[in-house]
């Protein structure tokens, strides 16, 4: 079991900054390929971003290739998402998941561990 709490949205400037943060508890957080998610008012919960165990290898939607950049920690069982030159389409309730496998990055059923998600809200 892996519980997964986020942190870091809030209300920005169209162009500002925001990190977000996911700490995780319980199992060998370096067993969990991480992702981060979104979902904006009226759409499906998207991919944003996903990274593998050790951090190798990353993943980026293209919406946000360029702007965002997501790393971790192992040592602190943390999973960070850089997001720069915010646009008000990034708005969204942004989620981090956790999964052991995944056969394909945007395979949302195969994250088995979810956080409750943090608000992002950017004005023009």
């Known amino acids: 079991q892996v519980q997964l709490v986020e942190s870091g949205g809030g209300l920005v400037q169209a162009g500002d900054s925001l990190r977000l943060s996911c700490a995780a508890s319980?199992?060998?957080?370096?067993?969990?390929?991480m992702g981060w998610f979104r979902r904006a008012p009226g759409k499906e919960r998207e991919l944003v971003a996903a990274?593998?165990?050790?951090?190798?290898?990353?993943y980026y939607a293209t919406s946000v290739k360029g702007r965002f950049t997501i790393s971790r920690d192992n040592a602190k069982n943390t999973v960070y998402l850089q997001m720069n030159s915010l646009k008000p389409e990034d708005t969204a309730v942004y989620y981090c998941?956790?999964?052991?496998?995944?056969?394909?990055?945007?395979?949302?059923?195969?994250?088995?561990?979810w956080g409750q998600g943090t608000q992002v809200t950017v004005s023009s």
């Open positions: 998941a956790a999964a052991v496998y995944v056969s394909s990055w945007e395979s949302q059923r195969e994250y088995a561990y």
């Open positions: 319980g199992r060998t957080f370096s067993s969990y390929v």
């Open positions: 990274i593998t165990k050790i951090g190798s290898i990353t």
